[in-house]
């Protein structure tokens, strides 16, 4: 937290709560999840991990974080028990969460075609179900569902959490 508070919260907050408030659907990604307990001698990374952390601030009161059974299920194989208990926790904040049925492994597997990895498409697809944005480090699926060739398109705004927080704030 910012040591510069205005009544129990943030100063950006403060000036921004003046104007309409943003009512955002946010689902992270296991890269994003994950971030706050990365190596932070890197800039990028640290600042990926500044900008999940104030999202996460954000979902516990004004925006909806949005969790997925793929989410729940790429945390259980994280080999690193501390690590996985870490990421637990934060994914048992979401509001919602996305059931993986027989329409979502569909779309799945279509994006999957645009050559993205089985869980990243898994991820997409659970995200267009009730997400605003998805949010990831990982440039490769951000590349991917930018592609103006792709033969399907994307149903969800895909973005890196830093570039993205910069826009709404």
Not at 47 to 67: D, F, K, N, P, Y
Not at 89 to 108: L, M, Y
């Amino acid at each position: 937290m910012p040591q510069d508070l205005i009544d129990g919260r943030p100063t950006i907050y403060n000036k921004i709560s003046n104007t309409t408030k943003i009512l955002m659907r946010i689902y992270l990604d296991v890269c994003c999840i994950n971030r706050p307990f990365d190596d932070q001698t890197e800039e990028r990374i640290r600042m990926e991990s500044e900008a999940v952390l104030a999202i996460l601030t954000r979902s516990l009161s004004e925006w909806t974080l949005i969790g997925s059974e793929a989410i729940d299920y790429e945390i259980s194989k994280i080999p690193d028990v501390e690590r996985r208990g870490k990421a637990q926790r934060i994914a048992s904040i979401s509001r919602e969460k996305v059931t993986v049925d027989e329409s979502i492994v569909s779309r799945a597997r279509e994006i999957e075609k645009e050559g993205l990895r089985p869980m990243d498409a898994l991820h997409l697809a659970c995200a267009e179900r009730s997400a605003d944005v998805m949010l990831t480090t990982d440039d490769e699926i951000v590349r991917a569902a930018m592609r103006k060739s792709a033969s399907i398109s994307i149903k969800v705004r895909v973005m890196n959490p830093a570039r993205w927080l910069l826009d709404v704030l």
